[in-house]
């Protein structure tokens, strides 16, 4: 079985900095895609970021230039450092592993106000 363990969201004034941190373990397959996914409050789930186990990246267009996703194969774990950040960042932020299937943790919570 696989577990998804997300860290460091929390309360940032607009402009400043976070990072969020995933752990996967368990399970027998390999994680070829690591990423963040964010879901506003009244919106959907929303690819954030995402690398590939060969460190190829994809972002939303509205994170572009403001995040960086990376990733260590071998203790299976991505960050997401955030900068810049923006009301319009807030929601619940998910991390999601595709091995042997996709698998979620639970969330951690971004807000951005002042």
């Known amino acids: 079985q696989v577990h998804v363990v997300e860290s460091g969201g929390g309360l940032v004034q607009p402009g400043g900095s976070l990072t969020l941190s995933c752990a996967a373990s368990?399970?027998?397959?390999?994680?070829?895609?690591m990423g963040w996914y964010r879901q506003a409050p009244g919106k959907e789930r929303e690819l954030v970021a995402r690398?590939?186990?060969?460190?190829?990246?994809n972002y939303a267009d509205s994170v572009k230039g403001r995040f960086t996703i990376s990733r260590d194969n071998a203790q299976n774990t991505v960050s997401l450092q955030m900068n810049s950040l923006k009301p319009e960042d807030t929601g619940v932020y998910f991390c999601?592993?595709?091995?042997?299937?996709?698998?979620w943790g639970q969330g951690t919570q971004v807000t951005v106000s002042s």
């Open positions: 690398v590939l186990k060969n460190g190829t990246t």
């Open positions: 368990g399970g027998i397959f390999k994680f070829y895609v």
């Open positions: 999601n592993v595709i091995g042997g299937g996709s698998h």
